[in-house]
């Protein structure tokens, strides 16, 4: 699709909370797809609509990026879409240096759980729950904050 403008701090749309996606429609696959554009692009490990404008409860994951693959070719397996997500349990506080493509060049330590159960649904509107361990815990739970209107540095 295409490649999205970034929403940057002090932008007070990353301090508003996100609406559940209710329609599952072309419009959701686009914002999707912009989002999943956009990240790579950026070659990030993940991105919440919030930081593209889009008040919608929705993040995409760079699994690749995560487990520290630089390569570029990228599979579709490689991307997560979470979809109106909520975090079921946590456990082991940990301290995680953080970046965000919404503060560029800025990196902050943050208190976050190194295990996470979340529970979502996909872009076709299937329930799934994943148990995330290690960084893919850290980055679930700081698009989830964006989501919230949340930012890491409030952490």
Do not use: W
């Amino acid at each position: 699709m295409v490649v999205k403008p970034l929403v940057y701090h002090p932008n007070s749309l990353l301090r508003e909370v996100s609406i559940k996606v209710d329609a599952f429609d072309s419009d959701l696959q686009d914002l999707i797809e912009d989002l999943v554009d956009t990240m790579l692009a950026e070659d990030s490990m993940g991105l919440a609509a919030p930081q593209i404008g889009e008040l919608k409860r929705v993040f995409v994951l760079n699994k690749k990026r995560i487990t520290g693959n630089k390569s570029k070719n990228y599979q579709s397996e490689d991307i997560l879409c979470i979809v109106n997500p909520r975090i079921e349990h946590q456990e082991n506080s940990i301290d995680s240096s953080e970046g965000c493509l919404s503060f560029p060049g800025r990196r902050e330590t943050v208190k976050r759980f190194s295990n996470t159960r979340l529970k979502a649904v996909n872009q076709e509107n299937q329930p799934f729950t994943l148990d995330a361990d290690g960084m893919l815990s850290i980055i679930i739970q700081h698009e989830i904050d964006h989501l919230n209107g949340i930012l890491f540095i409030d952490r």
